[in-house]
Structures are given as structure tokens and as C-alpha cells.
């Protein structure tokens, strides 16, 4: 087997103990057949909070490499990519993910491969120890999470037979996120709970075993709150919000503003609040409330629900008095805007942040979201354009016929059909 030499890194052959430990196990399924992944937490380090973590990756030998990473997404992500040395031996490289771009070597990876690393009945197979994956730079893992999350990658292509730990790699084929419950893979004290894991075991025909994400056709409750919000969010910022905007334009009434603009706004800023609630229980739930999603997010919910229908009010009640617009109105008008375009580009964000390709995050939900959004805003610049352009022709004639007549122009801010402009 190849064993990489990293420097400050603590990388050495361990031997077999007699003490074997539980293991939770994962497969991708039918997109990536054949690779599976073990995990086995030591009972000292679920007591302790502190010490070694073991897991297995193990790959049918034409893949060209495949890897488990610990995180949420690339950003951050504590990543081992495994792929051939030789004919009968590996190479577990250890990486750190900054971004969406290849992985860099982690020259601080204490990890060690154990006995049962190698090539084997047409298998690679790695069995590691890591003794610093509960924090790394980047993120940190609770040997006691009920809801782990990791990642999958790999890519099919010819062997790449080479021992450099900073190999170039080419672009994954497929990838995916999925969660562990730890607790179920809490047990032993050994030195290698894979000694007595047959090699070439066949690959389990369901994707995980009870302490890992469900099989196929089923969904954690991680995937339907991420859809969910996803949805939810995207009908209101993306659909409601801009189309019940335009009401006030396009139903020029008195009655516009009370009865139909603010009552479907408040409908649709409640709709809002319930996707953001959804949103941010996942955040807390994988940790990762600090990230710029979330925190985007939470500025332009918190801000539409502050200020957008204070604003809107007092402008309504100004306009009662005088017939005019306000500058709570301007305010409300061009900042609702803004924050509808920070909504719009923190949607696409979340699709980012999220992963594209990971479960509930589909490719096409991405696509689809792009075109709707452009479709809208199309609609929504065209509507104001022509009714501003109307509403200037209006009122230059307006000043001609009151020049001729020699009365003074009054109430600028009322247009066609007595309406409000907020």
C-alpha cells in the first residue's frame, strides 16, 4: 500500500486489536455501484469529545479516484481522496476544500492507514485512523452528532497509479451529500474495527445501514426541509412579492393600496417568514447559521418585515391627507426593490451554498429558478417603464392644459383613476 509522507503528518501502518468496533455504513447506490463507506466512532472518543475517528472507503478498482469528506459543501469540507498507487497499492490523500475548485493537500492530516489498505480482489480499499477529525481548518465534527453530514465524489476513468498525495485530479463525474447518526456507530476501542470486514464483500444492495441517510425513494427530513424552503422562498421573493408590487400600478384605484396591495403583501411576507423559519431550523440543524446564505437571508426577511410595512403605512396615511407621496413612500418603494433583488441573487446563492446535485438540490431547480427569475423581472421592469412613460405624458399634458387655462398644477402624485403611487 502507499502511505503518503506528509511532513508534520502522522501517517503509519497500524496493527490488528482483538476489540472490534459498531460501524455505520453509506453507498451512493446505483449512480456510483460498488463504493461504499464505513464509519466507527471509539467509545472514548464519543465519551471524551476527543481522540481518533476509524472509516473505510472502498471503490471498485476502475474508478479513477473517489473520496469522503467531512462538511456541509466544498467550502470548508475536510476531504480523503483515494485512488490507485500502483496494481496492488493506494494512495489516500488528504485535502482541505476552499471553494468550488480542486482540493489542496492537507499537510496537517494526522491520519494512518491500517492493515487491509491496498488493492484486493479487484477492490481499493482504505481503512483509515484519523486523530484529528473532529476539527480541522475549516469545521469541526461532534463524534455524537445525530446528523452528520459528509460528502461523496468520485470519478470513472483509467487508473491513475501514482503515490504524489498532490496528484492533479480531474473534475468529478458524480457527488452527492449524505448524513450519519454517530450514535449508531459508537462501540470498541480497537485498533482497526475493519480487520475482520471481508474485503470483497459484496456491496449492499440498500444505500446505508440504520445510522445513515435513507435508501432511494425516500427522504431525510434534512432533503424535504431543504426543499421546502427552497420552494417556498422562490414562490414568495421571486413570484408573489414583485407581482403584488405591480397591483398598484396596473389597478389604479383608491381602494388599490387597503384592499388588495397590503392584504396580498402581508400574505405573501408571512409566507416568507414561514420559508425563512424552515430555513434557518436546517441552518441551526447543520450548522452552518453563520454562513453568508443564511445571514443574507435573515438581513432582507428581517428587513421586509421591519420596515417595508411600517413604511408602506405611513405613506398610505400621508397620501390620505395631502394626495402626495412621501418620502416613507419613495423609501419604501425603491427599498422594497432592492431588497427583492438581494432576495432574488441570495436565492441563487442558496442553490450554491447548498451544493447543485446534492439531494434536494437539483440541477434543474437551479435552471429553472434562473429562468423565472429573469422571466419576472422582465415582466416587472417592462410594467413600470410603460407606466411611468404614461404617467410623464400625462402629466406634461396635464401642465400644458393647466397653463392654458392659467390654474395652478395641484396633487402630482395622484395618477389615472385617483391612485395611489407608492
Known amino acids: 500500500m502507499r502511505i503518503p509522507n506528509l511532513g508534520s503528518a502522522s501517517v503509519a501502518l497500524a496493527f490488528v486489536s482483538s476489540a472490534l468496533g459498531k460501524t455505520v455504513q453509506y453507498s451512493p447506490g446505483s449512480q456510483a455501484a460498488g463504493i461504499t463507506y464505513h464509519v466507527n466512532i471509539p467509545s472514548s472518543t464519543a465519551s471524551s469529545k476527543s481522540g481518533p475517528i476509524f472509516f473505510q472507503i472502498s471503490a471498485p478498482d ?3 479516484w473517489v473520496a469522503l469528506g467531512q462538511g456541509t459543501g466544498m467550502e470548508g469540507a475536510n ?9 496492488s497499492n493506494v494512495t489516500l490523500s488528504p485535502r482541505l476544500a476552499k471553494g468550488l475548485y480542486q482540493p489542496e493537500v492537507n499537510p496537517k492530516s494526522k491520519i494512518s492507514l491500517l492493515d487491509g489498505t491496498g488493492i484486493i480482489n479487484g477492490k481499493m480499499v482504505a481503512n483509515v485512523r484519523c486523530d484529528n477529525c473532529l476539527s480541522w481548518e475549516g469545521g469541526s465534527m461532534d463524534p455524537t452528532d445525530t446528523m452528520s453530514s459528509w460528502l461523496w465524489a468520485m470519478k470513472r476513468g483509467r487508473s491513475i497509479k501514482s503515490s504524489n498525495v498532490d496528484e492533479n485530479l480531474q473534475r468529478h ?8 447518526d454517530l450514535t449508531q456507530a459508537v462501540g470498541g476501542n480497537s485498533d482497526n474495527p475493519f480487520s475482520d470486514m471481508p474485503s470483497d464483500a459484496p456491496s449492499p444492495s440498500s444505500t446505508g445501514s440504520p445510522g445513515s441517510a435513507p435508501a432511494p425513494g425516500e427522504k431525510s427530513t434534512v432533503e424535504i426541509r431543504r426543499i421546502a424552503h427552497g420552494l417556498i422562498m422562490s414562490i414568495a421573493i421571486v413570484v408573489l412579492f414583485p407581482l403584488f408590487a405591480l397591483t398598484v400600478r396596473t ?3 383608491k381602494r388599490t393600496v387597503p384592499f388588495i396591495h397590503a392584504p396580498l403583501q402581508f400574505i405573501t411576507l408571512c409566507l416568507a417568514i414561514a420559508g425563512a423559519g424552515i430555513g434557518i431550523s436546517l441552518a441551526m440543524d447543520l450548522k452552518v447559521i453563520s454562513g453568508y446564505h443564511p445571514i443574507i437571508g435573515l438581513v432582507t426577511i428581517g ?5 417595508q410595512p411600517a413604511l408602506g403605512l405611513v405613506q398610505h396615511i400621508h397620501f390620505r391627507r395631502t394626495g402626495e407621496t412621501s418620502s416613507f413612500g419613495i423609501i419604501h418603494r425603491w427599498g422594497g426593490r432592492l431588497l427583492l433583488v438581494l432576495g432574488v441573487i441570495n436565492g441563487g446563492l442558496g442553490f450554491m451554498f447548498s451544493g447543485i446535485g446534492n439531494p434536494g438540490v437539483p440541477k434543474a431547480g437551479a435552471i429553472a429558478y434562473s429562468v423565472i427569475a429573469g422571466v419576472i423581472g422582465l415582466i416587472y421592469a417592462g410594467i413600470i417603464a410603460v407606466k411611468s ?3 410623464k405624458i400625462n402629466d406634461s399634458a396635464q401642465v400644458k392644459l393647466d397653463s392654458f387655462n392659467g390654474s395652478p398644477r395641484l396633487n402630482t402624485s395622484v395618477g389615472q383613476g385617483n391612485g395611489e403611487r407608492i
Open 62 to 64: 476502475d474508478i479513477q
Open 303 to 307: 428587513s421586509l418585515l421591519l420596515f
Open 79 to 87: 476531504v480523503f481522496m483515494l485512488y490507485s498507487a500502483s496494481a
Open 251 to 253: 389597478i389604479p384605484s
Open 173 to 180: 463525474d458524480d457527488k452527492g451529500l449524505f448524513y450519519f
Open 389 to 391: 412613460m404614461k404617467s
